[in-house]
């Protein structure tokens, strides 16, 4: 029987990689207030605005309580309920036909982290869908790109415990807002800086709440990190300020970095990225003299058409100084390696019968919807909203509004995409769930246990693949195991000696269990050769330059800005972003621009401007100073859709690919910025 009153640890299922300890507060059965768990080793009771005010999410008014079919046009949003029978039969009875005639490939299914939770969001969805034999979805929005890159030069997701990081004296945020997005990393930083006067240093396109907050802000024009980051190197090589004996024995093709990078002199490099001489030299000394020095490596630069070899270039630098023997220096890009599950047991792509089933981009759904031949004829979408997070956004919708395709929407709220949908399932928030969920950040695996009952008649994803299992016909065992069972599995991981011994009992009892971590040297990495990659054959044999290299990003139009959609504080991607008490907090969309081109366009503060490009047009507010470099313009946050409004960022946004992991290029678009003479 569950509790009705009482508080109760749980854990935050968003996308975030701080995936914090919560403290969940019931009464009659209902969660009343939402606070951190202070006994969370790495959280340790602080949480952000997003989670504190989880509570009005989950009881929002809104939120979809049955199924329901389309009765009006597509985009209009007007449903009928149905039943739970009716919505599964609907939707095997359309899939079965569909696969009679045009093939299991004309299904696509379209998902990312909505909720963190594997099971949820990478467990029964995938046994089912390969089952199925649908189009693969190749789930590659955020971080791919910058995975692929950093695993060339460490041989995988491994970084340093940031728990270590209070011992750091130069912390380094490099391309990451992490007040908004890592607000723990932030934590430990100000601790180091208050016990050792460690300095902090922020390197990005916008001036956000963590440049304010930073020692030494240092902007840059979008996607030449790479270069800046050679410059760098090209210093320490110079100067002597690299650790020859690390670099002796941990790495390989020093030695040809040391005369690859002699090209990229100060003066070069302030000429690409915008930065002083001065600074650059200030930079590199202040890295190559200060000891214990930690860079977290962000989601910012990756977003560029460049994005893999910013990732892979700058990951390098702590091995120059051998800051990775050191408790408090290094580097993090992300820690998932360490918590590793079996995916295997927990995926079964086994199931999928057709080994050469194609693979689709996410980040190109407006062409699949569009041009793909053979063409998408139904698209399942769940724990995603890709009519507002997915980049060229008018296209996506075009795509969408096909009557030919045959949409089913799974989500908490009759979302953007949901009202192009023919049937629309509620879904069941994380906190009615179980689920087990693993950081990508901290060392910790967390369990969540159901804490109140599902909300009216919504369903987890994996109840609602366990029907359509059964509506399909599918009868193997998979289809039947419970989320204590699937659990179980996905431990059952003898490839990573991290989580060795830990069994869902153990997990259950404890709420969470920090992996059995040990630093990374003296060691062997997962690279061929044992060691960190400088110079990398695998990357020569794969057609990339084997040494970093500073490679500019695509000419995107004749446009005079670049432009930075980048996120803000109080939503997460598209969620929150349709709950009022977020959008209280966040308050209305701005387009930050430099003074100078406000000046020269006649453009002043507070007024609304004309953003737009060959892709599409946005009406923001502008806020002039200089929180961007002259010739960049940002935005901060996925906005939901108003009427009369044109807030959609994602209209502007490129669908190229990436240099590396099929990633996202976001960050590298550019568009025109006009002065409105009439208000909006």
């Given at each position: 029987m569950m509790e009705q009153n009482g508080v109760i640890k749980s854990v935050c299922p968003l996308d975030c990689p701080d995936q914090c300890g919560l403290l969940l507060h019931k009464a009659e059965g209902r969660v009343v207030k939402v606070e951190g768990d202070p006994e969370h080793p790495v959280t340790k009771g602080n949480i952000c605005n997003k989670v504190r005010n989880m509570t009005s999410r989950i009881y929002d008014d809104n939120r979809l309580k049955y199924p329901m079919k389309r009765v009006g046009a597509k985009g209009e949003g007007r449903f009928e309920r149905i039943s739970w029978d009716e919505a599964i039969e609907t939707i095997t009875s359309r899939w079965k036909k569909l696969i009679e005639t045009e093939g299991p490939e004309s299904i696509l299914p379209y998902s990312f982290y909505g909720n963190m939770g594997l099971l949820n969001a990478e467990g029964m969805d995938r046994r089912f869908f390969h089952r199925l034999g649908a189009s693969q979805l190749d789930r590659s929005i955020c971080s791919s790109a910058g995975s692929a890159g950093y695993r060339y030069t460490m041989g995988g997701s491994f970084g340093v415990d940031p728990e270590d990081t209070i011992h750091s004296k130069l912390i380094i945020f490099w391309g990451i807002n992490a007040a908004s997005t890592n607000m723990h990393q932030v934590a430990l930083a100000q601790k180091a800086r208050k016990q050792n006067g460690a300095k902090i240093v922020v390197i990005d396109v916008h001036k956000n709440q963590t440049g304010r907050l930073a020692d030494w802000f240092i902007p840059i024009l979008p996607g030449t990190d790479s270069a800046l980051a050679l410059g760098i190197m090209h210093i320490l090589f110079a100067e002597n300020l690299v650790d020859s004996s690390f670099l002796q024995e941990y790495t390989v093709g020093y030695e040809e970095l040391r005369e690859h990078v002699i090209q990229y002199d100060p003066t070069t490099v302030s000429g690409i990225t915008g930065v002083p001489v001065e600074d650059i030299y200030k930079l590199a000394r202040m890295y190559g003299n200060t000891t214990p020095a930690f860079i977290r490596i962000g989601n910012g630069p990756q977003h560029h058409d460049n994005g893999g070899m910013?990732?892979?270039?700058?990951?390098?630098?702590?091995?120059?100084?051998?800051?990775?023997?050191?408790?408090?220096?290094?580097?993090?890009?992300?820690?998932?390696?360490?918590?590793?599950?079996?995916?295997?047991?927990?995926?079964?792509?086994?199931?999928?019968?057709?080994?050469?089933?194609?693979?689709?981009?996410?980040?190109?759904?407006?062409?699949?919807?569009?041009?793909?031949?053979?063409?998408?004829?139904?698209?399942?979408?769940?724990?995603?909203?890709?009519?507002?997070?997915?980049?060229?956004?008018?296209?996506?919708?075009?795509?969408?509004?096909?009557?030919?395709?045959?949409?089913?929407?799974?989500?908490?709220?009759?979302?953007?995409?949901?009202?192009?949908?023919?049937?629309?399932?509620?879904?069941?928030?994380?906190?009615?769930?179980?689920?087990?969920?693993?950081?990508?950040?901290?060392?910790?695996?967390?369990?969540?246990?159901?804490?109140?009952?599902?909300?009216?008649?919504?369903?987890?994803?994996?109840?609602?693949?366990?029907?359509?299992?059964?509506?399909?016909?599918?009868?193997?065992?998979?289809?039947?195991?419970?989320?204590?069972?699937?659990?179980?599995?996905?431990?059952?991981?003898?490839?990573?000696?991290?989580?060795?011994?830990?069994?869902?009992?153990?997990?259950?009892?404890?709420?969470?269990?920090?992996?059995?971590?040990?630093?990374?040297?003296?060691?062997?990495?997962?690279?061929?050769?044992?060691?960190?990659?400088?110079?990398?054959?695998?990357?020569?044999?794969?057609?990339?330059?084997?040494?970093?290299?500073?490679?500019?990003?695509?000419?995107?139009?004749?446009?005079?800005?670049?432009?930075?959609?980048?996120?803000?504080?109080?939503?997460?991607?598209?969620?929150?972003?349709?709950?009022?008490?977020?959008?209280?907090?966040?308050?209305?969309?701005?387009?930050?621009m430099n003074r100078k081109d406000a000046e020269t366009s006649g453009i002043v503060d507070g007024e609304h401007v004309r953003v737009w490009n060959q892709r599409g047009e946005c009406i923001l507010k502008v806020t002039v100073g200089e929180n961007v470099l002259p010739g960049v313009v940002a935005t901060q946050g996925l906005w939901a859709d108003l009427e009369g409004t044109k807030q959609l960022v994602n209209t502007l946004t490129p669908d190229r690919i990436a240099d590396m992991g099929g990633g996202a290029t976001f960050f590298s678009g550019r568009v025109s910025v006009e002065k409105i003479y009439s208000d909006v």
């Open positions: 910013f990732v892979r270039t700058v990951s390098c630098l702590p091995a120059l100084t051998g800051q990775w023997l050191i408790k408090g220096g290094g580097a993090i890009k992300g820690n998932s390696g360490y918590l590793a599950v079996n995916a295997v047991k927990l995926q079964r792509p086994r199931l999928l019968k057709n080994k050469k089933t194609r693979v689709i981009n996410m980040n190109q759904l407006g062409d699949a919807l569009l041009d793909i031949d053979p063409p998408v004829k139904s698209l399942y979408v769940y724990s995603s909203n890709p009519a507002v997070v997915a980049p060229e956004g008018v296209k996506v919708r075009k795509g969408l509004e096909r009557e030919d395709l045959f949409i089913v929407v799974h989500d908490l709220f009759l979302t953007e995409t949901a009202k192009y949908a023919d049937i629309v399932l509620p879904a069941t928030s994380s906190f009615e769930n179980t689920d087990v969920y693993t950081s990508y950040w901290h060392h910790y695996i967390q369990v969540q246990q159901p804490v109140i009952e599902a909300y009216e008649e919504s369903k987890s994803n994996v109840d609602v693949f366990r029907l359509l299992a059964k509506g399909m016909g599918f009868e193997e065992s998979a289809f039947e195991e419970t989320e204590e069972e699937m659990i179980a599995e996905a431990l059952d991981f003898r490839a990573n000696p991290y989580l060795d011994g830990l069994d869902y009992e153990t997990l259950a009892a404890k709420q969470y269990v920090k992996a059995k971590v040990k630093p990374l040297f003296p060691g062997k990495l997962r690279t061929p050769s044992g060691k960190i990659e400088l110079y990398s054959k695998r990357m020569k044999a794969n057609g990339y330059p084997p040494l970093p290299t500073y490679i500019p990003i695509v000419v995107d139009g004749d446009h005079p800005y670049h432009f930075i959609p980048a996120p803000n504080h109080n939503f997460l991607n598209s969620t929150f972003s349709n709950n009022q008490k977020h959008i209280s907090l966040e308050k209305e969309p701005r387009l930050h």
